[in-house]
Every structure is written in C-alpha cells, then in structure tokens.
C-alpha cells in the first residue's frame, strides 16, 4: 500500500537527574557533597533512507521516545547520555508541526535532520555547595526532553512530473522512456501509486520523471484520485501535459488541458507557474486536423508541442532531449526551508513548561503542576536548605502568589501532588 501522509508524536528523552550524595571514605571525615550531573537525554533524529518509498511504517507505529539520560551518581560520576533516536524516512518527507503547519524540515538530503532536543541533566548536589551552605541535601532534576505531535508528507523528489487526465498515456511513455514498468491497462485509473523513472540521456547524464495518477476535474477540492498526490507535483522543476490528441475516448484535448491546469493553479498558484512541455499522445491515431488544431492552441498560449505515439515511441527521442534541454536551465529540485519558531508557539512553550493550576476542597489547597514532580523527588524534606530551594521555585513559579490571592491563611493544609504541609508565612 502506498502511503504519503501519516501523523505521529515523537518525544526526545529527559534528561537524567542530579544526585544527592556526600563523600564516603575511611579515615575521612565529613568528605562533602559529592552526587554528579543527569545525562543528557537522546534526541529525535530523522534521516531519509533511499530504501524506502512509502510512509506506511508510520500508520502501524505512532508514538517515538528516545530514551533518558541517566541520572547522576556518587562521588562526582556524571550519568550516561540517552543514544539518539534515529527515524528513518522516504527521502522527500517534509515534517510539520501538526498544531501550527510550521515546516520543521525537508529530509531530502543526506544530513540528519534533530527535530526534538534531548533534556539536559540536572545538577548534582556538588554544585550547590558555598562557604555558608556547605551540606546542600538536593539536586536538580533533568530538564524534559521537546515533544511535538508532527505529520510527515512525503512530496516525491523528480525533475520532471506527467500529467494529464486517465487513460492518456502516461504509463506507457513513462515505460518506454525509462526502466519503469507501471501497470498499463485501457481502463481509467490504472496507475494508483506515483511511479518514478530515471530517463537516461547521456553517458553520465539522467533526470528522474514521476508518473502522476490521472487527475480530473475538481481533483484539488479532493475529487477522484488525482488530489491524492497533487503534492507529488510541487517539487518537479518541469511539468509535461499528456494529452489524448485523437479523442478517441470522447472527450476534447483543449478542454482538458485547460481543465488540468484549473486545478493545478487552485492546489497552488507556484505549481501553476511551473514550466510546462505539452506532450500530444495517440498521434498515430488522429487525423492531421486534429493534430493541427491542437498544436496552434498550444503554441499560441506560449507552450512547446510535441506530437507523439508512446505506443510506437514515435516522437519519444525528440521529446526527451528537449526536456534534457530545459532542465539544463532550471534552477534545481526545490527544497523546503525550515521556518522558525512562531512567537504564539514560544508563548504556548513557556506557559505549559509553568503551568498550574489551585483547586480549594474542605479548606485543603490542592496544588496540580506536573512539572513540579521531578523537583519534589530532588528535594529532601527533612532538610532546611533543601525546603528553602524548593520554597524559592514556589515563589518563583507564581503559586505562593495565586495561593495568598485566594486568601490562604497561616496553619492552612497544601496538597501538591500528594505531598501535604502546612502554610506559614
């Protein structure tokens, strides 16, 4: 089954935690705070792999985590870093940012693309150590590793894409211009797949052409197969129109022409600017009327007309060597850039990194901030510098603040996450 879009979440690891430890050693007294740094945690990679040709992986398997940093350990041992999580794409593939459409990257070349940064580990209790806080009793916690929920388009990588309405002979030009061998058929939508071909056209010289399944009227408002790979054409630097110049199938070679190019332009206006070749396919089978009919409506709107029979590889030659002549002068394939961060999606990051919220029941302040967790399992309770870092990020966080806005009183229970203790001022 070929498939070109799929949705996924992927998830960079978190970085390890600090460690609370102090020296131990015979004959050493008081040896000090010796707990290490967190690891860092494994980011999210994406590399394009020329095996595949499909994003079908991703419609099994939806959710990527690269593992986390290890946490810190004594005298002074630094935790492990979290290895990469590689994920392996059809070259092509342009990653989104599924809630914003941001383009996050093209994995068309041969560098590995990060999508999602790594935590960074925590600090151990060694370095909190000063003249006047000499037995510091917590550490940090690893920081969270980026996590986004992405869609993957995989927007085929050709020089050149065929199209034209079903059944009017792209398939066959396709085979006898390249290695490709496409199921041919005299039936309306035999091709269901893109098809790519390398057209051979020197000793160390070749483009790739891509068999785009037969569009029809109304295929960019998602009629028929044909907006199913509209996508496929965005990146060609050169469009050939096959066209049916016999009529045999009823239907009027202008007419459709001017139809394709219709919805070309409604799926995108820079499609719709792509240098076109027009390609009059079945000329073995029209009469020289027809044939010249067509061919002084094409020239006139400023296109190149070539009369072929794919069938008989009549006009085949001539018409590869001027698509060989084009692409000399074309700017090469077209890559997607990246597009920075928008300032709603830093605003939302920052928000959800001190996010919180206070629910009051049976005179109890329930306090539910998720990312005050991996700071509690830091912090030693039984400790007062450590109560006093852990006081220092409630003040700083704003819930001591929202917590006295709501008229806390002095002796009052707070509940954050489980942990319960008494309010003073």
């Known amino acids: 089954m ?81 290895p990469d999580l590689i994920i392996r794409v059809p070259r092509g593939t342009v990653v989104k940012n599924a809630e914003t459409g941001r383009i996050m990257a093209d994995i068309s070349g041969d560098e590995p693309e990060i999508l ?82 390398v057209v051979k056209t020197g000793e160390e010289k070749s483009f790739v052409m891509a068999d785009i399944p037969g569009l029809i009227e109304g295929a ?48 995108s206006d820079e499609l719709a600017k ?34 072929i029979s794919a069938a008989t590889t009549e006009g085949t030659k001539e018409l590869v060597g001027k698509i060989a002549e084009e692409l000399d002068k074309l700017p090469p394939v077209k890559k997607y850039e990246a597009e920075p961060i928008t300032i709603e999606e830093l605003e939302d990051k920052a928000l959800s990194d001190s996010k919180f919220e206070v629910a009051v029941e049976d005179g109890v302040y329930f306090v539910d901030a998720k990312w005050l967790e991996p700071i509690m399992r830091t912090v030693s309770m039984d400790d007062y510098s450590s109560l006093q870092y852990f006081q220092q990020v409630l003040r700083r966080s704003g819930i001591i603040d929202k917590l006295e806005e709501m008229g806390i009183d002095e002796g009052d229970t707070v509940n954050i996450l489980g942990f319960e203790f008494d309010y003073l001022r």
């Open 116 to 197: 999602a940064k790594g935590g960074r580990g925590g600090k151990g209790n060694s370095n909190f150590a000063t003249s006047t806080r000499q037995i510091p009793r917590f550490a940090k916690p690893g920081f969270s590793g980026e996590e986004f929920d992405v869609t993957l388009e995989l927007k085929l990588i050709a020089d050149v894409g065929l199209v034209g309405f079903p059944n009017v002979g792209k398939s066959t030009l396709i085979s006898v211009v390249s290695a490709a061998k496409p199921k041919i058929a005299n039936y309306h939508f035999t091709t269901l797949t893109p098809v790519l071909g």
């Open 220 to 267: 960019s408002d998602g009629i028929g197969l044909g907006h199913e790979f509209l996508r496929h054409v965005e990146r060609c630097r050169l469009i050939v129109h096959v066209l049916d110049v016999s009529g045999i199938e009823g239907r009027d070679p202008i007419e459709d022409f001017e139809k394709i190019n219709k919805e070309l332009l409604n799926f």
């Open 274 to 307: 792509c240098p076109q070749i027009v390609a009059a396919n079945k000329c073995d089978m029209a009469t020289e009327e027809q044939i010249n009919n067509l061919k002084c409506y094409i020239e006139n709107q400023g296109y190149s007309f070539f009369c």
């Open 2 to 82: 070929f498939v070109d879009k799929a949705r996924i979440k992927i998830k960079a690891g978190n970085g390890g935690d600090g460690a609370v430890s102090f020296h131990r050693e015979k004959y050493v007294a008081s040896g000090g705070p010796d707990g290490g740094n967190g690891g860092k945690g494994g980011d999210v990679v994406f590399v394009a792999d020329d095996n595949f040709s499909s994003l079908i992986d991703f419609r099994y398997k939806r959710k990527y985590v690269a593992e986390n940093g290890q946490n810190g350990g004594a005298q002074r041992c630094t935790g492990k870093n979290a």
